[in-house]
């Protein structure tokens, strides 16, 4: 299984991004895909996630900012992030859990990217 994410860097407060996440090596069909972020010296944190059928979740931290969504013929996750603000500045991992209604711990999901840097500064 790989999860490569893809489309960080930095931006300036204010601005956008659009995260994705290409998933090869598993039944995207049977996963939610979610999407965590880690900023230094803090726990890993669950930002949003989306069931097959495309029903989105997301923390409160990001809701009316942040936009996830899945392509499930081309194997993709994205994450549209508007409006950003220097407290989003993290590492951003995609996830995939095997479970069919979307759960927030980081432990029980199964998969997991690289990770990829976005840096919110001005």
């Known amino acids: 299984v790989q999860l490569v994410e893809s489309g960080g860097g930095l931006v300036q407060p204010g601005g956008s991004l659009r995260l994705t996440c290409a998933a090869s090596?598993?039944?995207?069909?049977?996963?939610?895909m979610g999407w965590f972020r880690q900023a230094p010296g803090k726990e890993r944190e669950f930002v949003a996630a989306i069931t097959f059928s495309t029903e989105p979740y997301y923390s409160d931290s990001v809701k009316g900012r942040f936009t996830i969504s899945r392509d499930n013929v081309l194997y993709m996750v994205y994450l549209q992030m508007n409006n950003l603000k220097p407290e989003d500045t993290a590492i951003y991992f995609c996830?995939?859990?095997?479970?069919?209604?979307?759960?927030?711990?980081?432990?029980?999901?199964?998969?997991w990217g690289q990770g990829i840097q976005v840096t919110i500064s001005s």
């Open positions: 090596g598993l039944p995207f069909g049977r996963y939610v």
């Open positions: 996830a995939a859990d095997k479970n069919r209604s979307i759960r927030m711990p980081a432990f029980v999901y199964d998969y």
